[in-house]
């Protein structure tokens, strides 16, 4: 946050103040044990020398890593019920969250399959309410959720299914639909 605010790191004496300790020697054991951790990095015993691991540019650095809760299941296939677990989170890249209050949600189904959305994957929300066209949402349907492209249509919506086997879903006015989110990111664990 010190990064963020000011475009340079806080000194060890800042970091006492700032979470009250009387001693800087408190501070330095902490980030002694952070660097052993390899969360930061510290150039030589130079005043403002911390630098957080995989940033260099603090706060708003796409590569900064952010907590999201992932808030369960979304259909790739049949709408269902989204489950809501806030009990497990994932860390990813500010770049790849986009907007503040992104999440995330694990895929069931498989008609998102040829856009290399697989059974298993997370997939990365930035909450929006519109999307343009050809763009993967989290769509909310009378049913329940799930994951499609988006393409307005005239009057209607369809959510087409990026497998060449299933038929999309059309939207006409008088139904329940609102998007909950856009598709920034898949995340798949190999093995």
Same mark, same amino acid.
Not at 78 to 90: G, K, L, S, T, V
Not at 116 to 144: Q, S, T
């Given at each position: 946050?010190?990064?963020?605010?000011?475009?340079?790191?806080?000194?060890?004496?800042?970091?006492?103040?700032?979470?009250?300790?009387?001693?800087?020697?408190?501070?330095?054991?902490?980030?002694?044990?952070?660097?052993?951790?390899?969360?930061?990095?510290?150039?030589?015993?130079? /005043?403002?020398?911390?630098?957080? &691991?995989?940033?260099? %540019?603090?706060?708003?650095?796409?590569? #900064?890593?952010?907590?999201? @809760?992932?808030?369960?299941?979304?259909?790739?296939?049949?709408?269902?019920?989204?489950?809501?677990?806030?009990?497990?989170?994932?860390?990813?890249?500010?770049?790849?969250?986009?907007?503040?209050?992104?999440?995330?949600?694990?895929?069931?189904?498989?008609?998102?399959?040829?856009?290399?959305?697989?059974?298993?994957?997370?997939?990365?929300?930035?909450?929006?309410?519109?999307?343009?066209?050809?763009?993967?949402?989290? /769509?909310?349907?009378?049913?329940? &959720?799930?994951?499609? %492209?988006?393409?307005?249509?005239?009057? #209607?919506?369809?959510?087409? @299914?990026?497998?060449?086997?299933?038929?999309?879903?059309?939207?006409?006015?008088?139904?329940?639909?609102?998007?909950?989110?856009?598709?920034?990111?898949?995340?798949?664990?190999?093995?």
């Amino acid at each position: 946050q010190y990064v963020g605010w000011n475009g340079y790191a806080p000194t060890v004496r800042e970091i006492a103040e700032h979470l009250t300790f009387r001693s800087t020697n408190t501070v330095d054991y902490h980030l002694k044990a952070l660097e052993k951790k390899g969360f930061i990095r510290r150039r030589g015993n130079f /005043a403002r020398a911390i630098e957080l &691991v995989g940033t260099t %540019k603090g706060a708003n650095d796409p590569h #900064q890593l952010v907590r999201v @809760p992932i808030h369960g299941l979304i259909a790739a296939g049949e709408p269902i019920q989204m489950i809501d677990d806030r009990d497990e989170w994932c860390h990813i890249s500010a770049g790849m969250a986009g907007a503040p209050g992104a999440y995330a949600l694990r895929v069931r189904g498989n008609s998102m399959i040829d856009e290399h959305i697989c059974p298993g994957d997370l997939v990365i929300i930035e909450p929006r309410a519109r999307a343009r066209d050809g763009e993967i949402v989290v /769509a909310l349907l009378a049913d329940g &959720v799930t994951l499609k %492209k988006f393409y307005h249509e005239g009057k #209607q919506i369809r959510l087409q @299914p990026a497998n060449a086997t299933m038929k999309p879903i059309y939207v006409t006015p008088d139904q329940d639909f609102a998007i909950q989110g856009i598709l920034r990111g898949v995340i798949r664990q190999v093995a």
